[in-house]
Nanobody, 126 residues
Framework: QVQLVESGGGVVQAGDSLRLSCTASGDSFTRYTIGWFRQAPGEERRFVAAHGWNVGMTYYSRSVKGRFTISRNNAENTVYLQMSSLKPDDSAIYYC???????????????????WGQGTQVTVSS
């Protein structure tokens, strides 16, 4: 089973940037669509972005589109989430996860993912 580890979180000011990393072990990211989700205290876990395995298509939530960029480095078994123009509302624990279905119609659905990392905390102050 693939194991995922998120890193790169921290405390930043509004308008700053962070790059999160999701690194796999035990398997290659080439086999999976990888999604990023985030969860603030007392909130539901919500979709942020995803990178498809088949053609490398990317997906973004409306709230982050234009500010965040997801990318994949297969040689490093790592998916990155470059976050720019951060806002306090972006504060959350960020998780990456694997999507096991070959097609991607439910790529934004948290329940469609089957394997999760432990998350990395992002805090954006105003």
């Amino acid at each position: 089973q693939v194991q995922l580890v998120e890193s790169g979180g921290g405390v930043v000011q509004a308008g700053d940037s962070l790059r999160l990393s999701c690194t796999a072990s035990g398997d290659s990211f080439t086999r999976y669509t990888i999604g990023w989700f985030r969860q603030a205290p007392g909130e539901e876990r919500r979709f942020v972005a995803a990178h498809g395995w088949n053609v490398g298509m990317t997906y973004y939530s409306r709230s982050v589109k234009g500010r965040f960029t997801i990318s994949r480095n297969n040689a490093e078994n790592t998916v990155y989430l470059q976050m720019s123009s951060l806002k306090p509302d972006d504060s959350a624990i960020y998780y990456c996860a694997t999507y096991p279905i070959p097609d991607t119609p439910q790529v934004t659905n948290v329940n469609a993912y089957d394997n999760w990392g432990q998350g990395t905390q992002v805090t954006v102050s105003s």
